[in-house]
Nanobody, 121 residues
């Protein structure tokens, strides 16, 4: 079993910053890609940022230059620093981790429970 625990969401004024964290625990052999998604009510979940095991990053156009994703492999944790937040960034954010539970296990994806980010204007 694998668990992902998110933290760091909250309420902030426009222009402010938040840092999201997502820590994985359980039966983990290796971590592949890690990422953050967000989902507004009535809309599809969308990729915000991702980072590969090698450290390559990818960002949604709407957050480029404002958000930074990073990972700590020793702590099995992915972070997202969110700066210059805008009201349109308000929604629930989910972390996603792709990993293998054993040397011969298939790659499997896991989701965090979600954390609310609210940006007031």
């Amino acid at each position: 079993q694998v668990q992902l625990v998110e933290s760091g969401g909250g309420l902030v004024q426009a222009g402010g910053s938040l840092r999201l964290s997502c820590a994985a625990s359980g039966t983990i052999f290796s971590i592949c890609d890690m990422g953050w998604y967000r989902q507004a009510p009535g809309k599809q979940r969308e990729l915000v940022a991702s980072i590969t095991s090698g450290g390559s990053t990818n960002y949604a156009t709407s957050v480029k230059g404002r958000f930074t994703i990073s990972r700590d492999n020793a702590k099995i944790t992915v972070y997202m620093q969110m700066n210059s937040l805008k009201p349109e960034d308000t929604t629930v954010y989910y972390c996603n981790v792709a990993l293998r539970s054993g040397p011969k296990s298939p790659r499997s994806g896991y989701w965090g429970q979600g954390t609310q980010v609210t940006v007031s204007s």
